[in-house]
């Protein structure tokens, strides 16, 4: 199984949000994973957003991200440029969609010319519902 990893799941699994040990799941079941460069963003905005408020020590966000080195280090990631931008910049079946969305979905969809069938693994009703309209299939967590 190839699986696109969108930043809402990983999240979730770092945090320990009530979904987040089935995306996790599947993320190491899966055959190949890939993801934008994007979701590195994410991650770590997310993380020191909870250490500055306090919700995260200094050492509990370190091993977090420690957590999600270890993990990605077997992901394919996708950088954001070239075709990936070139598909960002046109419409989606859903639209409005949000500027990060779309270099989500448009990695998905580059992504696709290289792992067969991929699916989707976002908590983003927003993407999945475009990655949905677009033919792919959501990844069960």
């Known amino acids: ?6 930043s809402s ?13 089935p995306a996790h799941d599947l993320l190491e079941a899966a055959d190949n994973v890939y993801c934008s460069d ?8 997310a993380l020191i957003r ?3 408020a306090g919700a995260l020590s200094t050492a509990e966000a ?7 080195n270890r993990e990605a280090s077997f ?22 969609v949000r500027s990060l969305d779309a270099l989500h979905l448009a990695t998905l969809i580059v992504g696709a010319s ?16 475009n990655a949905t309209a677009l033919g792919f299939a959501i990844a069960a967590a």
Do not use: K
Request: proline share 5%.
């Open 1 to 6: 199984m190839n699986v696109y990893a969108e």
């Open 9 to 21: 799941a990983v999240v979730a699994w770092l945090l320990g949000e009530a979904n987040g040990d």
């Open 38 to 45: 994007l979701l590195f963003v994410e991650c770590e905005r």
């Open 50 to 52: 909870l250490e500055a």
């Open 62 to 68: 370190g091993a977090r991200r420690a957590a999600l």
């Open 75 to 96: 992901w394919i990631v996708c950088r954001i440029e070239g075709e990936v931008v070139e598909r960002a910049r046109r419409p989606f079946p859903r639209e409005p």
């Open 114 to 129: 290289i792992f067969t069938d991929p699916e989707i693994l976002s908590f983003d009703d927003r993407i999945r519902e």
